[in-house]
Nanobody, 123 residues
Framework: QLQAFGGGLVQAGGSLRLSCAVS????????VGWFRQAPGKEREFVAT????????YYDDSVKGRFTISKDAAKNTIYLQMNSLRPDDTAIYYC??????????????????WGQGTQVTVSS
């Protein structure tokens, strides 16, 4: 349903673009988002984008550095990550939800998940 790719190793201050290929059915979900999980930590919200209208929402830790976008023709969601920091190191997952807007920060309302892609930022 979702496949995330594009991770890698980058130096602090560098950039990466993650992609999430989404099945047509899943692309019709209310929102598709990105989460990340660092070793020993819980999976946390990064950003999400609404299917209708394309509104975007970000965690404060990535505002101004990360940009989520979508290409409907390709059924793909992107996460452009700039000014990367070592604390951005994590496995990044994309996921879809049909939950209400007020819950889109909550990983528990996302019902389909991609396999994750590793992002490592060296200092």
């Amino acid at each position: 349903q979702l496949q995330a790719f594009g991770g890698g190793l980058v130096q602090a201050g560098g950039s990466l673009r993650l992609s999430c290929a989404v099945s047509t059915r899943t692309f019709s979900s209310r929102a598709v988002g990105w989460f990340r999980q660092a070793p020993g930590k819980e999976r946390e919200f990064v950003a999400t984008i609404a299917r209708s209208g394309g509104n975007t929402y970000y965690d404060d830790s990535v505002k101004g550095r990360f940009t989520i976008s979508k290409d409907a023709a390709k059924n793909t969601i992107y996460l452009q990550m700039n000014s990367l920091r070592p604390d951005d190191t994590a496995i990044y997952y994309c996921a879809s939800t049909n939950g209400p807007l007020s819950t889109w920060w909550d990983r528990n309302v996302y019902n389909y998940w991609g396999q994750g892609t590793q992002v490592t930022v060296s200092s």
